[in-house]
């Protein structure tokens, strides 16, 4: 059952059908299902598969074949423990093609993705993502002294690369924002110039105060790490990253009166 959001069916033009068949049945490994689970449009041959979204996938074979339109693909999510035996059988079919992403190391954890052609040299991409890839790490260096409250302007944004976080001030406290981003694990950036965080990854962006900058939020705001004061110094606990719901997400940690001195 496909919900809100998602296609119920795509149809594809092919120039063979059999070997289209074969490639969507027995290469992709697709589910073939009956023709009529979705409306016929007209009398040519139809073949009909089921991805692992609940989708279907029509196939129509045509003499004139239409190429995708400049940078178009499709994408058929894969359940996670269906992916490596997908991967081996495209690939014993020599059809995958090379991902620019995953030799320049930007793809993200937990993220499995190829492109490949079909027989008509469509261009179409597999992707699966394994748990690995909702869980948000810690940075794991233990409680890391940040700096003097003083250090930190109000209105400063300062990355504390030993603790792999960001030490954001403002008139009424400090928080300790984990560098991760709550999509898919890349690291953040700050651009001062926006007044916002940005992550390379898949272009999300967030606030100062790590809530996400979008129409339609899809991503939880980024966690946070547990702060201390001791003698003026400010001390973050790397050791476990505290996720933040929405209501929360502009709550700073106050500072303790007479700890800060300057402005
Ligand atoms: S990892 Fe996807 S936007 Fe950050």
Not at 116 to 141: M, N
Request: hydrophobic share 35%; aromatic share 8%; with cysteine.
């Amino acid at each position: 059952m496909t919900t809100a959001g998602q296609f119920h069916h795509i149809v594809l033009d092919v120039s063979n059908l059999e070997r289209s068949v074969d490639f969507y049945g027995n290469g992709l490994c697709l589910e073939p299902v009956p023709t009529n689970v979705v409306p016929s449009e007209g009398p040519a041959p139809t073949a009909v598969f089921k991805t692992d979204n609940g989708q279907y996938v029509v196939l129509v074979e045509s003499e004139t074949v239409k190429p995708d339109g400049p940078r178009c693909h499709t994408n058929f999510m894969l359940a996670p423990e269906h992916y490596p035996e997908v991967f081996e059988r495209l690939k014993a079919r020599n059809c995958l093609v090379k991902d620019h992403m995953v030799e320049q190391g930007r793809r993200s954890v937990g993220v499995l993705t190829t492109y490949l052609d079909d027989p008509d040299d469509r261009r179409l991409q597999i992707t699966s993502y394994t748990e690995e890839a909702f869980l948000l790490p810690a940075a794991g260096r233990g409680k890391v002294v940040a700096g003097r409250v003083d250090d930190f302007p109000v209105g400063s944004v300062t990355h504390i690369k030993e603790g792999k976080f960001f030490l954001v001030r403002l008139a009424d406290g400090v928080l300790a924002l984990n560098q991760v981003c709550t999509h898919q694990q890349c690291n953040v950036t700050y651009q001062q110039e926006h007044y916002s965080f940005w992550c390379p990854c898949h272009n999300r962006k967030f606030t100062r105060t790590g809530d996400q900058v979008a129409i339609k939020k899809d991503v939880p705001p980024l966690h946070k790490y547990a702060v201390e004061f001791v003698d003026g110094q400010i001390i973050v606990d790397t050791d476990t990253t505290l996720p933040r719901m929405q209501d929360d997400v502009d709550k700073m940690i106050p500072i303790p009166p007479g700890v800060a001195t300057a402005r």
